[in-house]
């Protein structure tokens, strides 16, 4: 089995900076592409940003120059800087990767979700 652990969610006010972690564990052999992703109250899942092994990124337009994704490949570990929230940002954020176990592929993986809360 793969798990993912988020961490880092809370309350913020607006402008301010909260830092996300997911860590993956069990029986992995590789973690192929990681993301974060979000779903606000009444609103579908949405993608806010993903990150290749190699380090390559994509955000959606609404946090472009605001979040920035990070990984340890190492730690099997990704981060997501949130910086400038706003109430808009509010939302259970969502840690997902791409898994390869020793058996072979594996398949996409979701974590438990964490809150952000951004006062305005």
């Known amino acids: 089995q793969v798990q993912l652990v988020e961490s880092g969610g809370g309350l913020v006010q607006a402008g301010g900076s909260l830092r996300l972690s997911c860590k993956a564990s069990g029986t992995i052999f590789s973690i192929n592409n990681m993301g974060w992703y979000r779903q606000a109250p009444g609103k579908q899942r949405e993608l806010v940003a993903t990150?290749?092994?190699?380090?390559?990124?994509n955000y959606a337009d609404s946090v472009k120059g605001r979040f920035t994704i990070s990984r340890d490949n190492a730690k099997n570990t990704v981060y997501l800087q949130m910086n400038s929230l706003k109430p808009e940002d509010t939302a259970v954020y969502y840690c997902?990767?791409?898994?390869?176990?020793?058996?072979?592929?594996?398949?996409?993986?979701w974590g438990q979700g964490t809150q952000v809360t951004v006062s305005s």
């Open positions: 997902n990767a791409e898994a390869y176990r020793y058996t072979g592929y594996s398949g996409y993986y």
């Open positions: 990150i290749t092994t190699g380090g390559s990124t």
